[in-house]
């Protein structure tokens, strides 16, 4: 049961987080950021195996318009095929203090409905905890109640020693590393186009992975949160294997300055997962909510 449950979070925490929490299912075995062309179709961020970026692309490392903040609630259905299975948010519940530093506290919860709790109930809960001004992680947990299945992990990013402290250990990590969490958000600044390859360095338990967010296509959706104009994105975890199972995610983020998560599906063994937005609040102090790319009938 063990082992199952590990797995079963990865698909979880997938639906949880979208672009971040979702690699670790969507990871290409034996691929690293080494065997990526060096043309002009990439743009480095953060390259986790050099501390130096290309100068064609050093323009590119700050972020653009931040359209979240303090008060953004996101609720999603989840859904296996055409079944409801439960629900999942993403909220930005507090500004917190973690080493002198201000950061938007970020909460994710996944928890399965009356109907599957009877099969595997879940009640998973991930936080990060996001520099303010740098747009970092500072410090992420994750509590896994799956089944039988429970485990509880916390990590402080030390990002002035380039160090991430466990309860037992420090694991030395690239400037500027993202947790699952916090790459999401932070990905949701850039300037992303059609066709391009961003790169963040990304530290899951104990590990560095160079983590590649692909943009596909722009394409409209309806869910019920609404109608959408949308980016269309894959995230990919570049390293030696965190599972030998295979996945692959799809994100659908606003084509616009928020850059909001609206829906995401995954293949899983049978079938596929998805997490479809039904509810969203923007940020107290972010602008106005017409300016999302919503199509109005």
Same mark, same amino acid.
């Given at each position: ?26 990871? =290409? ?125 916390? $990590?402080?990013?030390? =990002? ?10 420090? $694991? ?50 309806? $869910? ?20 030998? =199972? ?15 998560? $609206? ?31 919503? =199509?109005?009938?």
């Amino acid at each position: 049961m063990r082992k199952y449950g590990s797995r079963r979070g990865s698909t979880w925490s997938l639906l949880l987080v979208g672009l971040s929490c979702a690699v670790v299912l969507t990871a =290409q075995v034996g691929d690293t950021v080494a065997d990526e062309p060096a043309d002009s179709s990439y743009t480095f961020y953060d390259s986790l195996y050099a501390h130096e970026l290309p100068p064609d692309s050093s323009q590119n490392l700050l972020p653009g318009y931040v359209g979240f903040g303090l008060g953004e609630q996101l609720i999603f259905d989840v859904q296996y095929g055409l079944i409801n299975a439960g629900e999942a948010t993403l909220e930005i519940r507090n500004i917190a203090s973690i080493d002198s530093v201000d950061c938007y506290r970020v909460v994710s919860d996944a928890r399965t409905n009356k109907f599957f709790s009877k099969i595997f109930k879940v009640r998973d809960r991930f936080e990060s905890y996001i520099d303010t001004t740098r747009l970092t992680s500072r410090r992420y947990e994750k509590h896994l109640r799956e089944g039988k299945f429970k485990r509880d992990v916390s $990590v402080v990013f030390d =990002q002035d020693r380039h160090v991430a402290r466990y309860s037992d250990r420090e $694991v030395p990590i690239p400037p500027r590393a993202q947790d699952v969490l916090s790459a999401l958000y932070y990905v949701r600044t850039l300037p992303l186009e059609v066709g391009q390859s961003v790169f963040l360095a990304n530290h899951t338990d104990g590990k560095n992975y160079p983590l590649v967010v692909k943009v596909h296509r722009r394409e409209t959706v309806t $869910v019920g949160a609404g109608t959408f104009n949308c980016l269309v994105v894959e995230p990919i975890l570049r390293g030696p294997g965190l599972f030998t =199972q295979k996945g692959r995610l799809t994100v659908w983020l606003t084509d616009d300055r928020y850059r909001v998560p $609206v829906l995401m599906k995954s293949k899983v063994i049978i079938g596929h997962v998805a997490a479809v937005l039904k509810e969203m609040k923007l940020a107290d102090k972010v602008g106005d909510p017409d300016d999302l790319a919503i =199509q109005k009938d």
